[in-house]
């Protein structure tokens, strides 16, 4: 993914633009779930905004609602016929005292309670459809890598010869057979590490030795931003070829070594490619502790310098159906949200550290690092957000969408809907706890 966007300067700007932009999509797409979910129930908008405080653009369009962009990019709301508020809290009474009964039926407090409920579940339904819609977008157009063993594309590495090529399927790495990629991955993690390993391969019908790199080699196959490497300056793409002088060949001692510096810093000796054969540059950097989750649930303190492995070549892609791609988009999406409800579950009960929470400096240095890095991580980043905004507004948090549904699902059960003192009450108490959480939130982005 190396559609650069624009030439990389970040600093502050680029961080906000970034941002700016990620959470302006996001908005949008939620407040337009509201929107048109509502219009669909008969329930008329006033205004629809993106952003808050004085307006720099409006219209007016024919169903009566007005469209605007406000000065403060940090949100925005659709205010219903009939609301007191743009937080849909209580009703204008004024306004709605004037009202035929045709008119009430119109408005938020009039209409019925289906209709309220799927025009309020239908912000955080939006956010979800859009995170599956990008992630089957790329399997779809993108495709996905093929089970089979085949090499798709060799990627950049210093110094080796090319005996592999694209097209040839991997039958036996170091002598042992594999059929996927994963076996080809536990090889390397059982295998001695080397400069050059034994393959076979099929090509053009025969079977054919070659000497190639080790499968997994000690290279960048991506940088989280805002870890460890990702501050020094190392991307993607780079190999580490020594760590405090001493040459290594697999991402595995680069793992082992790292997790047994328990925090000491580390000379790396690395090759960039580029051309002319690519630079080697020198960084030294610390590894930090993180909270990493485990496979089998849960999670595990681990030192990291914020750099993931993968295979020494591309491997081949499969194309995938518009069926499989959806398939694909919900299960990307539902991964988001399953891990982003147990690290909150494992942060609350204090098993794993509240650093793991970042707030809006954070979340925003974050995409001004993956928009520096291509459109397509850029896009890729909207869709993970999306997701957890969706997730974080079914919460049952008064002033979130959960709350009103809370609210609703009471009215349900009681007949009625519960009396507008205490929503207002209750407003007040989740407008405290976000804000709480916000500045918790906010604090650790500077003293993590």
Same mark, same amino acid.
């Given at each position: 993914m190396d559609a650069t966007l624009i030439p990389q300067f970040g600093g502050f700007l680029w961080t906000v633009l970034a941002f700016v932009a990620a959470l302006s999509i996001i908005v949008a797409i939620h407040e337009y779930g509201h929107y048109?979910?509502?219009?669909?129930?008969?329930?008329?908008?006033?205004?629809?905004?993106?952003?808050?405080?004085?307006?720099?653009?409006?219209r007016d369009d024919r169903h009566g609602t007005r469209w605007q962009v406000a000065a403060l990019p940090l949100g925005g709301y659709v205010k219903f016929r009939g609301d007191g508020n743009a937080a849909s809290v209580g009703e204008d009474n004024e306004a709605t005292a004037k009202m035929t009964a045709e008119e009430l039926s119109q408005t938020m407090t009039g209409a019925s309670l289906w209709r309220r409920s799927a025009t309020v579940a239908a912000g955080p339904a939006f956010n979800f459809i859009l995170s599956i819609l990008i992630f089957g977008a790329f399997a779809l157009f993108l495709g996905r890598a093929a089970d089979a063993p085949v090499i798709g594309e060799l990627r950049p590495l210093p110094e080796t010869v090319v005996t592999l090529q694209p097209g040839d399927e991997v039958v036996s790495v170091a002598g042992t057979d594999v059929s996927d990629l994963a076996e080809i991955a536990e090889v390397a993690e059982d295998v001695p590490p080397a400069p050059t390993i034994r393959y076979e391969v099929i090509r053009d019908g025969e079977t054919v030795r070659v000497d190639a790199a080790f499968p997994l080699p000690a290279r960048a196959d991506s940088v989280m931003p805002r870890g460890a490497a990702w501050d020094i300056g190392m991307r993607p793409d780079d190999v580490i070829l020594a760590v405090d002088d001493a040459p290594i060949y697999s991402f595995r001692e680069l793992r082992e070594i790292v997790e047994a510096t328990e925090g000491r810093p580390l000379v790396l000796d690395v090759w960039r490619p580029g051309p002319e054969g690519g630079e080697e540059l020198t960084f030294t950097l610390t590894p930090r502790a993180q909270d990493l989750p485990r496979s089998e649930g849960g999670f595990e303190r681990r030192w990291i310098i914020g750099i993931n492995g993968g295979l020494f070549f591309e491997p081949a892609t499969e194309e995938t159906g518009l069926f499989g791609a959806l398939a694909h988009g919900v299960d990307r999406t539902f991964y988001i949200i399953q891990s982003s409800l147990s690290a909150l579950g494992h942060i609350v009960t204090g098993a794993i550290s509240t650093c793991n929470l970042s707030g809006p400096v954070g979340i925003a240095k974050t995409a001004g690092a993956v928009a520096s890095t291509g459109i397509l991580d850029f896009v890729s980043f909207i869709a993970v957000l999306s997701a957890a905004v969706g997730m974080l507004n079914l919460f049952p948090i008064p002033v979130l969408d959960g709350g009103h549904l809370v609210f609703h699902a009471y009215e349900?059960?009681?007949?009625?809907?519960?009396?507008?003192?205490?929503?207002? *009450? +209750? @407003?007040?108490?989740?407008? *405290? +706890? @976000?804000?709480?959480?916000m500045v918790f939130a906010t604090w650790n982005d500077f003293v993590c």
């Open positions: 048109i979910v509502g219009r669909w129930c008969g329930i008329k908008a006033d205004v629809f905004s993106i952003g808050f405080g004085p307006i720099l653009w409006s349900a059960v009681r007949g009625r809907p519960p009396s507008d003192e205490w929503v207002r *009450a +209750l @407003m007040v108490v989740g407008v *405290a +706890l @976000m804000l709480t959480l």
